[in-house]
């Protein structure tokens, strides 16, 4: 559908919030169920208030797919997110990223050539199709999903890592995971395989800067990649929390470095950070490392436990902090007016691999 007149984004970052709130309210009651707006748990606490639905990225897009009535999809958090969606939703939905600049750094130090390239190299040293499989985390572009659907591999959350790659060791004696180091490592330790059988694959150096030997005799080859927030944090941060504050207990996201997970008390996805905090005792004393829009949430939410933000420096997903109530006002005054912005397409030959891998997540959770 197309508007000869659409609506301009320049002219709303003139208004007041109380102009913006209005107009996004009024907009959300015109489109009605026929919109579902999806807002992550790092995004900013101005856009998250007008969100349908909350959480982490797959039960969002998984909600949205259950939401045939809705059909247009507004995702509040970035690219992959939404690719999530509109591979989960059905062909008459459409997803939707009101700020095409919202990307995910993680997600873009991996990509199709240079993964293709890797499973050629280490294809060259053992007999990858039979003896790797390939394990996306979720936090990915649709063609590395793609990809796994391909060769017969899978994607992960931060929560069911560790059970994902129980399966993956099922399938074939080895796994590649990509893009973030950390959750690999931190899962795979957790279910018992030693650091020294793990080994960093370098996308930027010949054969990723391993030996034959190296890659002959891992059992967990980790793509270095990591996430730009959660490597802040570091083990430091819990020596100083737990010395000022006796009884303090630490959480943090399994994306922080090996070094910190060991050292916390709690190690957890988002959703499961929150469970421990909102589960535990009135007076409970909490040090979280994760990003901030999230921590502070916690704050407001539990006044009467003592809830700080694990690292001194401020650290918050950047890229999604680009989605404003500016953008969401744009992108719903559109609908209204006929006009789909920024719609988030996945081609159907990528999607089709991609749902395959996501299909064989789903079926061991």
């Not at 101005?46 to 349908?52: C, L, S």
């Not at 020596?239 to 943090?252: A, C, E, L, Y």
């Not at 719903?332 to 891998?357: D, H, R, Y």
């Amino acid at each position: 559908m197309s508007d000869p007149s659409p609506v301009s984004l320049e002219p709303l970052y003139e208004l007041s919030d109380e102009q913006l709130d209005s107009r996004i309210q009024k907009a959300k009651a015109t489109l009605g169920d026929s919109c579902v707006i999806l807002g992550h748990h790092y995004q900013r606490e101005e856009v998250y208030k007008y969100a349908d639905f909350t959480g982490d990225s797959l039960k969002l897009a998984r909600l949205a797919s259950q939401r045939p009535d809705a059909k247009v999809i507004v995702f509040c958090g970035v690219h992959f997110m939404a690719e999530v969606a509109d591979i989960l939703s059905t062909p008459e939905q459409v997803a939707v990223l009101p700020d095409m600049a919202a990307g995910c750094s993680m997600a873009d130090m991996a990509d199709l050539p240079s993964v293709e390239a890797a499973w050629q190299a280490i294809g060259e040293v053992i007999d990858v199709e039979n003896m790797v499989t390939p394990v996306t985390y979720v936090n990915s572009m649709a063609d590395l999903k793609g990809f796994c659907g391909d060769h017969g591999g899978t994607v992960c959350t931060s929560s069911n890592a560790k059970k994902i790659l129980a399966w993956a060791f099922e399938q074939r004696e080895k796994v590649l995971f990509f893009p973030d180091q950390h959750l690999g490592r931190n899962s795979a330790v957790a279910m018992g395989v030693e650091l020294d059988e793990m080994v960093l694959w370098k996308p930027t150096e010949p054969n990723g800067g391993l030996t034959p030997q190296q890659i002959k005799d891992a059992k967990v080859i980790l793509w270095d990649g990591f996430c730009s927030v959660h490597q802040m944090f570091q083990p430091a941060h819990i020596d100083h929390f737990r010395k000022q504050i006796p009884g303090i207990q630490i959480t943090v996201h399994p994306e922080s470095s090996y070094e910190v997970c060991i050292k916390a008390d709690h190690l957890g996805s988002t959703e499961q950070i929150q469970s421990a905090v909102r589960e535990s005792p009135s007076g409970s004393k909490w040090a979280i490392g994760t990003e901030l829009n999230l921590v502070n949430r916690l704050k407001h939410e539990m006044p009467d436990k003592e809830i700080h933000f694990l690292c001194p420096t401020i650290c918050m997903c950047s890229t999604m902090f680009r989605i404003d109530t500016q953008h969401l006002c744009w992108t719903l005054e559109n609908l209204v007016a006929g006009n789909i912005v920024n719609p988030i397409s996945v081609p159907p030959a990528v999607a089709t691999s991609a749902k395959k891998a996501l299909d064989r997540m789903l079926s061991v959770m």
